[in-house]
């Protein structure tokens, strides 16, 4: 058992509620959100951050002591990564994102250049046990919310999916948060696909939700087709214990992505909740693309937002092609919460 003091602290690594004063140990357990420490190796000039643990996002560089958590990342933009089978004090891994998930790299973006190198130093520990020095490996299950699932009372949810990552969905879901808490509803919201990142729920707190959790809360560094249904159901059930009056849930990736949004908005019960459904797309074939296979689902787009909505070109398309309701939320975001808004209101208990 060694001691040693991180200078930073992963986003990822935040549910196991570790300090930067840590113990480890080179009895590592090769599963998905198990907290590693690592040292950085070389030094970057694109993708050079890290987002800690408070949410902030703080330089990392050669030399630097950091937690972060073993996962897989399958990014279109970003890296693509997987858990090795094995990981041993020593070995080098990578930095898949920006909450430090920790894998191997098996393929990138050019726009995010090579990952981070990481080498190995040891398992951190946690010590469950009161006045007793023994550890058991930390994870991120470890201050996870509940996971018990009760539906007494489900509000009217407002799902945001894309066709892709970066395609708008949180700023939309954001634009609703804050439109209709100013109409005086209360929102909650949630992430429930994609891979560990605090930014987003932090960013729908400062929109106006009331309380936000993310698949990451639920103790899941990285949803597959495989758990991204039952932590979206554990979301629900755990936000819907606020009451409030809608729950705005933003599907990262796109829904022909690799991280279980399909699974989830084929669920049986997850759709007899769903009462509007927002759909971002970067253009007009992904959009006439996505409300096609939405359609074989049983799932009816009310609202278009994204890039294809940035001028009247793919406004127009929207309108005129697809027959559905075009709404930019970056540069007038009124008609997109007016359309949330009356979707969502005849369905809102007093």
Same mark, same amino acid.
């Given at each position: 058992?060694?001691?040693?003091?991180?200078?930073?602290?992963?986003?990822?690594?935040?549910?196991?509620?570790? $300090?930067? %004063?840590?113990?480890?140990?080179?009895?590592?357990?090769?599963?998905?959100?198990?907290?590693?420490?690592?040292?950085?190796?070389?030094?970057?000039?694109?993708?050079?951050? &890290?987002?800690?643990?408070?949410?902030?996002?703080?330089?990392?560089?050669?030399?630097?002591?950091?937690?972060?958590?073993?996962?897989?990342?399958? /990014?279109?933009?970003?890296?693509?990564?997987?858990?090795?089978?094995?990981?041993?004090?020593? %070995?080098?891994?990578? +930095?898949?994102?920006?909450?430090?998930?920790?894998?191997?790299?098996?393929?990138?973006?050019?726009?995010?250049? #090579?990952?981070?190198?990481?080498?190995?130093?040891?398992? +951190?520990?946690?010590?469950?046990?009161?006045?007793?020095?023994?550890?058991?490996?930390?994870?991120?299950?470890?201050?996870?919310?509940?996971?018990?699932?009760?539906?007494?009372?489900?509000?009217?949810?407002?799902?945001?999916?894309? #066709?892709?990552?970066?395609?708008?969905?949180?700023?939309?879901?954001?634009?609703?948060?804050?439109? &209709?808490?100013?109409?005086?509803?209360?929102?909650?919201?949630?992430?429930?696909?994609?891979?560990?990142?605090?930014?987003?729920?932090?960013?729908?707190?400062?929109?106006?939700?009331?309380?936000?959790? $993310?698949?990451?809360?639920?103790?899941?560094?990285?949803?597959?087709?495989?758990? /991204?249904?039952?932590?979206?159901?554990?979301?629900?059930?755990?936000?819907?214990?606020?009451?409030?009056?809608?729950?705005?849930?933003?599907?990262?990736?796109?829904?022909?992505?690799?991280?279980?949004?399909?699974?989830?908005?084929?669920?049986?019960?997850?759709?007899?909740? &769903?009462?509007?459904?927002?759909?971002?797309?970067?253009?007009?074939?992904?959009?006439?693309?996505?409300?096609?296979?939405?359609?074989?689902?049983?799932?009816? +787009?009310?609202?278009? $937002?994204?890039?294809?909505?940035?001028?009247?070109?793919?406004?127009?398309?929207?309108?005129?092609?697809?027959?559905? #309701?075009?709404?930019?939320?970056?540069?007038?975001?009124?008609?997109?919460?007016?359309?949330?808004?009356?979707?969502?209101?005849?369905?809102?208990?007093?």
């Amino acid at each position: 058992m060694k001691r040693v003091k991180l200078d930073k602290i992963g986003s990822a690594a935040f549910r196991a509620g570790i $300090s930067r %004063d840590v113990y480890l140990t080179d009895e590592i357990v090769t599963e998905e959100g198990y907290v590693v420490a690592g040292r950085i190796l070389n030094d970057k000039s694109v993708y050079n951050q &890290l987002e800690n643990s408070e949410g902030r996002m703080v330089p990392l560089k050669s030399g630097d002591c950091i937690a972060g958590v073993l996962g897989h990342r399958n /990014a279109l933009h970003g890296y693509e990564g997987r858990l090795p089978e094995k990981v041993n004090r020593g %070995d080098r891994i990578h +930095v898949l994102n920006l909450g430090g998930v920790l894998g191997e790299c098996t393929s990138y973006n050019p726009d995010v250049g #090579t990952p981070f190198e990481v080498e190995v130093l040891g398992a +951190v520990l946690h010590f469950p046990y009161i006045g007793k020095r023994v550890g058991i490996p930390a994870h991120i299950k470890l201050k996870a919310i509940s996971n018990d699932l009760n539906f007494r009372k489900v509000p009217p949810l407002v799902a945001v999916v894309g #066709t892709c990552m970066n395609s708008g969905k949180t700023l939309a879901a954001c634009e609703i948060i804050n439109g &209709l808490v100013k109409k005086g509803l209360r929102v909650a919201a949630g992430k429930v696909t994609g891979v560990a990142l605090r930014q987003d729920i932090l960013r729908m707190i400062d929109y106006g939700a009331i309380e936000a959790l $993310s698949f990451a809360d639920a103790g899941v560094v990285a949803t597959a087709s495989d758990t /991204a249904k039952v932590v979206t159901r554990c979301l629900i059930s755990n936000l819907s214990r606020s009451n409030p009056d809608v729950i705005v849930l933003e599907f990262g990736d796109g829904i022909f992505g690799d991280y279980g949004v399909q699974s989830v908005l084929d669920d049986v019960e997850v759709k007899q909740w &769903l009462h509007t459904v927002v759909l971002c797309a970067n253009d007009p074939a992904g959009a006439w693309g996505a409300c096609r296979f939405l359609k074989r689902l049983g799932i009816e +787009v009310q609202v278009v $937002s994204g890039p294809v909505t940035d001028n009247e070109v793919g406004r127009s398309f929207i309108q005129k092609r697809l027959g559905l #309701t075009p709404a930019n939320a970056r540069t007038n975001p009124e008609p997109l919460i007016k359309k949330v808004y009356g979707e969502v209101k005849p369905n809102v208990v007093s």
